[in-house]
């Protein structure tokens, strides 16, 4: 060793230990800028050895785009010496041995040995700490930033924010509440909620259901009154949610609410409006049961009577008028059954009720009331068989039926009408065809619309109101039957209803039911005719008397059922259903049990509701609908 180093290094033998054991990294740097020692922390920290380092430039440590300058800060410091914290005022880096750069703070301490000046360089590697300000000022900035926008949110909010401490103090309000109530935001804060704004009448009912709040931490959509400052009510909706400490205690309650009085006086009178409305549909219900009755009865006294003048007139012109009155008469009554209908159904006056049957039964119907209308009109109306059965209502399914069959009917000029039953699943398809005019595909949907009619313009009313398919739309509807239309302008339409099929073969009652005996060819069949109105009565009893039929009346069930017991045995029964006391089904099983026999019958309503098929209970009977 040198005497240079031998005194270089006797020199240092003083600050060995403490030189050693500094936290940070430390250079002794000669006043030239040679670094001279360096201790165990400045080697790990910049990844050289001392051997690589001592007799270096501590330029050896900086990157180089900052080396000239710290050439001339070097020079500074060595003109006047003096103890100096550097990054205070300046951003520094170093640089280690692989290349890799880092923010450093460097503490300079200029100590004097052996007559000469060395530099103590304290150097702390400030990277995390650089790292952990910006996150704390991108955290500051962040907070000033959320608070900036709630303080902003909570004063343009157009809705109550309150908050409320644990005791039900307000703690914070804005100024939509601040408005709504009537005070400063001053005099509310520290406010009692319960004493100051609930009515008295509910203020217990809202402590409770705060302590519930409190416990449970969210409630929404509570609605209750609050009284301002001027004494009025408001009623307001809430949804609260509890709010916590750092710790997870409950502090306090967060409340947003919506002034809803003039939504609840809206929807009170709209409650109002409709049980008012509810109260007229009932009363119009009553009107309608009775109506579909008795509006009928004298369009059945004249429908009888015109027969009955047919029969006796011979002059041609005579007979013109009477067909012509007649024609009058049926568009008359099918304008107010449908007019009827309508209303009971729109109402919800009738109930299905649902039944296993064979489809046939009602087809077989539909065949026999539509078939003369087909002939003459020179149509095919063509039914193909089957022994499917079907759960619905079959009085409203036929109902259904009817209308799309009458309709098809109507506008079909050449060809035919024909129903079919397609077995699809656990359904039955029955479709309804003709080769009528077709239907638009733009009216596709509004012909089930009230009062829409497809070549009409003019209202013609031998066509109708156009209130058959809305009555079906209805009926399906009211049955939860699909409904669908398939159509081709002058090719033909078909209407299909599908219906719930039942797989299994029920059984059905024989129409055939105890043998009776039929009067002979000598004899005039005996007919007994039951009705309440005097004109129906007389006008049946003439026409079936111009047929040849013995008629005998009766005026109410009562009279009728004397009649049995006083030994009349009629061949046939014809019945009103709508009868005072007893109605005409328990007459009629009145009169077979006295007579002991299932006497044929003719049951005659005005009713179109579904409930008066029961009469189908009884064998051997057969319903009509007035007219």
């Given at each position: 060793?040198?005497?240079?180093n ?61 080396r000239?300058?710290?050439l ?41 040995i ?53 005791k ?18 001053e005099q ?74 003039d ?16 109260r ?6 009553r ?9 009928r ?58 039944v ?47 209308n ?27 479709e ?9 595909p733009?009216a ?48 033909g339409?078909?209407?299909s ?5 039942v ?29 309440d ?20 009346t ?6 009728a ?7 009349l ?34 049951l ?24």
């Open positions: 060793m040198s005497d240079k031998k005194n270089r290094e006797s020199g240092f033998a003083g600050v060995d230990d403490l030189f050693d054991a500094a936290p940070d990294a430390t250079l002794l740097v000669a006043i030239d800028g040679r670094i001279e020692r360096v201790n165990a922390q400045a080697e790990k920290l910049f990844g050289y050895t001392s051997e690589e380092l001592i007799g270096e430039p501590v330029e050896l440590l900086i990157p180089q785009r900052f000239n300058s710290h001339k800060y070097r020079q500074e410091f060595a003109d006047k010496p003096r103890i100096r914290t550097m990054g205070k005022s300046l951003d520094l880096y170093a640089q280690q041995k692989d290349g890799t750069k880092f923010p450093i703070d460097v503490k300079l301490s200029p100590i004097l052996q007559d000469r000046t060395i530099v103590v360089a304290a150097i702390r590697d400030i990277t995390e700490s650089q790292k952990a300000a910006r996150d704390l000022m991108e955290a500051n900035e962040q907070l000033r930033a959320e608070k900036n926008f709630s303080d902003n949110l909570i004063s343009t909010q157009e809705g109550i924010v309150l908050v409320l401490d644990s039900g103090r307000i703690t914070l309000a804005n100024p939509y509440f601040e408005a709504l109530v009537g005070y400063k935001v509310l804060l520290g406010l009692d909620w319960f004493a100051t704004f609930i009515p008295e009448e509910e203020r217990q009912t809202i402590q409770d259901f705060f302590a519930v709040v409190m416990r449970e931490g969210i409630n929404e959509g509570y609605v209750n009154a609050i009284v301002t400052k001027n004494g009025a009510q408001r009623l307001i909706q809430w949804h609260s949610k509890t709010l916590e400490n750092s710790d997870g205690k409950i502090i306090g309650v967060l409340n947003t609410g919506y002034d809803v009085t939504q609840e006086a809206a929807a009170l009178s709209l409650r109002e409006a409709k049980a008012e409305a509810d007229a549909t009932a009363i119009k219900s009107f309608l049961a009775a109506a579909s009755h008795d509006v009865q004298p369009l059945q006294s004249i429908s009888l009577y015109l027969s009955i003048l047919s029969k006796r007139l011979e002059k041609t012109d005579d007979l013109e008028i009477v067909n012509k009155m007649r024609q009058s008469l049926d568009s008359m009554g099918e304008i107010i059954d449908a007019l009827l209908d309508i209303s009971k159904l729109e109402s919800g006056y009738v109930v299905a009720e649902p296993k049957f064979a489809l046939q039964t009602i087809l077989d119907q539909i065949r026999a009331d539509n078939a003369p209308y087909a002939e003459e009109k020179g149509l095919t109306l063509r039914i193909e068989p089957t022994l499917l059965t079907a759960l619905s209502d079959p009085a409203l399914l036929a109902r259904i039926i009817e799309l069959v009458g309709n098809a009917i109507r506008y079909t000029e050449t060809g035919e009408v024909s129903i079919s039953c397609i077995a699809d699943g656990q359904n039955v398809r029955v309804v065809s003709d080769t009528g005019v077709g239907i638009p733009e596709l949907e509004t012909i089930f619309e009230e009062y829409f009619q497809l070549e009409n313009p003019v209202r013609d009313r031998s066509k109708g109101l156009g209130l058959g398919l809305a009555i079906v739309r209805h009926i399906a509807r009211l049955l939860e039957h699909d409904l669908d239309v398939r159509s081709r302008p002058d090719h339409s078909t209407f209803v599908t219906v719930p099929l797989r299994a073969a029920i059984e059905t009652e024989s129409i055939a039911g105890p043998a009776h005996t039929h009067p002979s060819r000598d004899q005039k069949i005996k007919v007994l005719i039951v009705d109105d005097p004109a129906i009565v007389d006008a049946t009893k003439m026409l079936l008397e111009v047929e040849g039929f013995d008629v005998q009766a005026l109410d069930g009562g009279e059922i004397s009649q049995i017991e006083g030994g045995r009629p061949d046939i029964i014809v019945s009103d259903y709508r009868l005072p006391g007893l109605n005409g089904i328990e007459v009629v099983r009145h009169i077979r049990e006295i007579s002991g026999e299932d006497l044929p019958t003719i005659v309503t005005g009713d179109t509701s579904g409930k008066d098929i029961e009469a189908a209970s009884l064998v051997r009977c057969e319903v009509l609908h007035k007219p």
